[in-house]
């Protein structure tokens, strides 16, 4: 399944022809589990690509979480081995790799944020999949070294907010929850799709103006669910306390799905 | 260096985070060796990875090439494995792979081209380069099936002609010739290089008009060098005497370098 010769020979190494889930897990389930499978499937729609045998993809995915008692899963399906050139084998045999790691918790605490001067480049086509051409991340993630910095926002190339590196924002205006529309590029989140699930969110245009005038700025992600940012350029803020329900009802559907038999 | 494990925890393979080059060799040998060697050095330098040890990387090719009379080697330079997240390793230990496949003659004849749907995002960060993040291109490959078709012309977001898929574009309009300008986005083929060190070429903005109404429109790439359209829409080109010369003059440097000692 990964063997050398069959990696070497991947789609996803060659063209980044193929996508991911990083799953947060708890022993061999998956609270989430749902939202990671309909989004990769819709992903597979979009980009042509078969989809998983989901009950052997399931089996193997608990397999590897269960070597933790907490684990975070990273799933990456793509186009499989093929011979050279961008036209996929017919039919295309996906592959699947899957990585499981410890899962630890760390408290909560406000996050400090930079900007990015990378931009996201407007791509309808990929726009909101998580799939695996993420050289505009890398390259902004290299724009700082300092561990004072847990994230960078970025831009599209018309200015627009879009998200962090490896998280979708959130901003609360006027008491109402705002996140940048994904139409042009951009991931659509699962803990994106789980905040709006639970209150109204607003998908919209936003401007650097705005985060910086915010009541409440919120980064998202599988992994840690809703993080408050404390800190972006000169601004601060101080811990607010829906953010801190978002994040014990985050928390307790993990603990809810321990405690289960 | 091509271990399963080290290339399942590959950037290459989970976000793209490296380059290619496609050389054509004849035996050990690459007559444009310097220009790839160039190209990939300057793709380094923009996208912050390391450069291979050039030396040990030529003997590899050179061995791998020299398993066929003639071969088309891929090249695929990467950030090499890090632990999970966008943030690079410090120091950065890139990976070789080395692909080689026996490169046989074909008889040129006119290329028969469609025009893709898939446009090009802007994104003067990355373009130019030859990276691995080219879900575009596949999206555009897979919008043919017939054999009968050769390559697909690709537009960018403002509907100007870049490029074939995995081919530059050149066309000769009053005598003059032409290659779309590749600030937003396109790979700056070695045989385009190789086209505009031999005849003056001007790189400008390209309307899908100006190629229908071209007097001649020729693809290139670094393993078949100048090839000439022959159709596209309902648009004919017959064969043209310099594309013709150019084509010798290609395929002449390679069988020197077979003819040399």
């Known amino acids: 399944m990964s063997s050398a010769a069959g990696l070497a020979a991947d789609r996803g190494l060659h063209y980044g ?23 990769l499937a819709g992903g597979c729609a979009r980009l ?17 979480a269960s070597a933790h008692a907490a684990a975070t899963v990273k799933l990456i399906w793509t186009a499989g081995s093929a011979p050279r050139g961008y036209a996929r084998p017919d039919p295309v045999v996906g592959r699947a790799l899957i990585q499981a790691q410890v899962w630890r918790p760390t408290p909560p605490r406000l996050l400090n944020l930079c900007w990015c001067q990378t931009r996201l480049a407007l791509q309808p086509a990929l726009a909101g999949l998580k799939h695996l051409n993420r050289l505009e991340q890398v390259l902004a993630r290299a724009e700082w070294r300092s561990a004072d910095i847990d994230e960078g926002l970025m831009l599209d190339m018309q200015g627009r907010v879009v998200a962090a590196t490896s998280a979708n924002l959130f901003i609360r205006e006027g008491g109402r929850w705002l996140t940048p529309e994904l139409s042009g590029c951009g991931i659509a989140g699962v803990a994106r799709r789980w905040l709006m699930a639970r209150c109204p969110v607003v998908e919209t245009v936003l401007d650097p103006e705005q985060i910086k005038a915010a009541e409440v700025v919120v980064l998202s992600n599988a992994v840690r669910g809703p993080l408050q940012v404390g800190a972006l350029g000169g601004r601060r803020w101080s811990a607010d306390t829906e953010v801190q329900d978002l994040q014990a009802a985050w928390e307790q559907q993990f603990a809810a799905t321990a405690a289960s038999p």
């Open 17 to 39: 022809d193929g996508l991911f889930e990083t799953i947060r897990c708890v022993g061999a389930r998956a609270p989430l589990w749902d939202w990671h499978q309909e989004r």
């Open 48 to 64: 042509g690509l078969p989809e998983p045998d989901w009950r052997r993809l399931q089996r193997r995915l608990a397999r590897a």
